[in-house]
């Protein structure tokens, strides 16, 4: 099997691997770099466990060749807190119970990283879209989409 | 063709855990020799709370502040016996076991602070913040951390205990087939208000109300999570998720997330819950849990609502709209119940 360079940064750190022939994105994360914050669900793109940012754009990274994100920059649920100190996101989701099992939350919160990046101040209907394609089978979503309100400085249903 | 609203009730009494077999679940706690606590279970946490909720019944058997308690659920090989993580047992059964477990490694703890303060162990409380004083004589005191130390590097003692908790076996009467299979009982009550359209059969929950009886909310926040999240789930029972043989046959059986079917983030509904906390005798600090009936109430009420919408009785799940479209044609039309 041919191995290919890829070279890409990684929650704004270089990362230089060898990606196997057809290896996808998800695949090359976690067994190449190590970095197991995105989880495999499906396989198949139809759960969200597996979403990062690829420049600014939420990402499937198990129906992404590998050796495509060369020269681009992605972003993990690794790279979230700075040091001890939580992203908003993770904050809101500790705050409103946004986890229970919590192997839909990496890719949710990269999902919502997403939005909140591009769309500071998100409408609800916004939030569901945004997340729309993110499975979650132990919430119910409501504290989901109430995190993501809360993250963005918004009245949830809960505080009104 | 129209949209009929709904509404339907129903109620459910829930077991709590199953006395076969005694339903047993054991505990170990132990101090590290900074004086810190660690709680041994095979009790698995699933994300219902198991950890959080057995971390506080320790910390406040002990008298020790929450964050001085660790609870570690990580192996079944080395960890006490549990009966497992179903049957609504966790809070009750483990928690209990916990309670057991804490209270002799609370005596050990006080033992060991009675040596070292040179008094009578019954005469010692603890603040809950660490510190371990004698009655009346705050001045008195010592810390936890302290006590730990002493215990392991001076006194040669473990600040440890054992629990297990196991319900009297109940065999059954062979004339009268009486048994008692169950200690504690949960209950709820429960109305969802949905819409039907008569055109495409399609049935849409507009909002569930619900009341629920769950002995002591030990951590309120978690009750609420999961009467939330398992009531989408019943949602998804009732109306989306088709389980073995499928319709018509197992060839139609869904084989990945795109073909089984389950309520998105956009179908949401608002769902307004009332806990009433009524502490159960023989549950841990009175907290039954609320488990596996967060779920059951929502798949008979949404079975009336459709009924009362138009007139459709559904005995099987889920409720799709060929069934509901069925029952209409089979009726007649549409046959709107009203109002109650
Ligand atoms: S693992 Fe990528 S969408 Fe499920
Ligand atoms: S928290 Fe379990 S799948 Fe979302």
């Known amino acids: ?160 | 063709m129209a949209i009929h609203k709904g509404r339907g009730f129903a109620c459910i009494n829930y077991p709590i855990g199953m006395n076969l077999g005694g339903d047993p679940s054991q505990a170990l706690v132990h101090s590290t020799p900074d004086g810190k606590f660690m709680v041994s279970l095979s009790s698995i946490d699933l994300g219902q709370g198991m950890k959080s909720v057995t971390r506080q019944i320790a910390a406040e058997t002990l008298g020790v502040p929450v964050s001085d308690v660790y609870v570690d659920t990580a192996d079944s090989d080395t960890g006490p016996h549990c009966m497992g993580s179903f049957a609504s047992r966790g809070t009750h059964r483990v928690g209990n076991a916990v309670i057991r477990a804490a209270t002799e490694a609370r005596k050990a703890l006080l033992e060991a602070a009675a040596e070292e303060l040179e008094v009578n162990a019954t005469d010692l409380e603890t603040d809950g913040q660490g510190n371990i004083q004698v009655k009346g004589a705050p001045g008195r005191t010592i810390t936890v951390a302290d006590t730990a130390i002493a215990a392991q590097f001076k006194q040669g003692r473990t600040l440890s205990g054992r629990g297990i908790f196991l319900i009297p076996p109940s065999d059954v009467d062979p004339d009268t087939g009486e048994m008692t299979p169950v200690s504690c009982f949960a209950h709820a009550a429960l109305v969802v208000d949905l819409e039907v359209d008569d055109e495409t059969g399609e049935v849409s929950v507009t909002e569930i109300n619900s009341a629920y009886e769950v002995g002591r909310a030990l951590n309120p926040r978690l009750v609420e999570q999961q009467l939330i999240g398992g009531a989408w789930m019943g949602v998804s029972h009732a109306l989306y998720e088709t389980t073995e043989p499928y319709y018509p046959d197992r060839s139609h059986g869904p084989v990945d997330f795109n073909t089984y079917l389950m309520p998105g983030p956009g179908e949401v509904v608002n769902h307004n819950i009332a806990v009433l906390e009524r502490p159960a005798e023989d549950a841990p600090f009175g907290g039954k849990g609320p488990g596996e009936m967060c779920a059951n109430p929502v798949l008979p009420a949404i079975a009336n609502a459709v009924y009362n919408a138009v007139g459709v009785r559904c005995d099987t799940l889920p409720i799709t709209p060929e069934k509901v479209l069925r029952g209409i044609l089979a009726n007649g039309g549409a046959r709107p119940q009203g109002a109650r």
């Open chain 1, 1 to 160: 099997m041919t191995k290919k360079p890829v070279q890409f940064q990684l929650n704004g750190s270089p990362v230089a691997v060898f990606s196997d022939e057809g290896q996808n994105l998800l695949d090359l994360l976690r067994r190449g770099v190590g970095d197991l914050s995105p989880k495999y669900g499906c396989g198949q793109g139809t759960c969200g466990s597996c979403t990062v940012i690829i420049d600014g754009e939420p990402r499937l990274s198990c129906l992404t060749l590998a050796e495509t994100v060369e020269g681009q920059h992605v972003e993990t649920t690794n790279g979230l807190a700075n040091g001890p100190d939580l992203h908003a996101l993770q904050e809101a989701f500790m705050e409103n119970f946004a986890a229970q099992c919590g192997y839909c939350t990496p890719g949710m919160l990269m999902a919502a990283k997403a939005l909140l990046d591009r769309t500071p101040r998100p409408s609800r209907a916004e939030i569901v879209e945004a997340i729309s394609g993110n499975i979650c089978r132990c919430t119910g979503y409501e504290p989901i989409i109430d995190a993501i309100l809360a993250a963005s400085g918004q009245p949830t249903r809960r505080t009104g």
